[in-house]
Structure formats: C-alpha cells, structure tokens
C-alpha cells in the first residue's frame, strides 16, 4: 500500500485545510485509514480515523467539533482519505501522517504533510 498526502500548508488561527491521503496497492485490504500528528518534542498521536466503509469514525477529544474525516473507495483500488481542518487552533501546529492499515497489510504510513497554524 502506498500513501501519498497533500493539502498541508501555512493559515492562520481560525483558518481550515483540507488534507487529502491517496491511497494504491492492495488497498482492498485496508480496513481502516486515519490521521495522526506529530509536534516538535511530542509523541505521534492519533488525530482521525475512519473505517473503509465509514461507518465508525473515531475523533482525539482536542479536534471534536473542528475536524471531520471522511473516506471514498473507488472501484479502481483507490481510497482515499480527508480531513476537514476547521477553527485550527496554534496547538493544531504539526507534521500530519496519513495512516491505512488491515489484518492483511499491517499498518502503513504516509511521508507526512506540514500544517503550520500562525497564531
């Protein structure tokens, strides 16, 4: 499975992105996809996350209500994945890994698009 990301960016406080996460490959057995954020100094933590079917979305408490995941499969073996950055906030400030993973693939990661948030 490959991963390629876009969408990130500099905006300022109160500003939105929209990232955006391709997925190829096998990606009939990604079972679900999501995005995690990395800041200087800090751990990879998990932003979004969403199902391939996207029936169950799973959101970090500090973007409920700003960021929103959503997903679309295409018959051609391509999925990808968005996230909908609203209200971003200096601390939203991270490189952003797009992340596809499946019983049959293991867990797959993107090479990460920068969201700077000017306050």
């Known amino acids: 499975v490959q991963l390629v990301e876009s969408g990130g960016g500099l905006v300022q406080a109160g500003g939105s992105l929209r990232l955006s996460c391709a997925a190829s490959g096998s990606t009939f057995s990604i079972n679900a996809m999501g995005w995690y954020r990395q800041a200087p100094g800090k751990q990879r933590e998990l932003v979004a996350a969403?199902?391939?079917?996207?029936?169950?979305?799973?959101?970090?408490d500090s973007v409920k209500g700003r960021f929103t995941i959503s997903t679309i499969s295409r018959d051609n073996a391509k999925n990808t994945v968005y996230l909908q950055m609203n209200s971003l906030k200096p601390e939203d400030t991270a490189v952003y890994y797009c992340n596809a993973q499946g019983v049959r693939i293991g867990v797959h990661w993107g090479q990460g698009t920068q969201v700077t948030v000017s306050s």
């Open positions: 969403i199902t391939t079917g996207g029936s169950t979305t799973n959101y970090a």
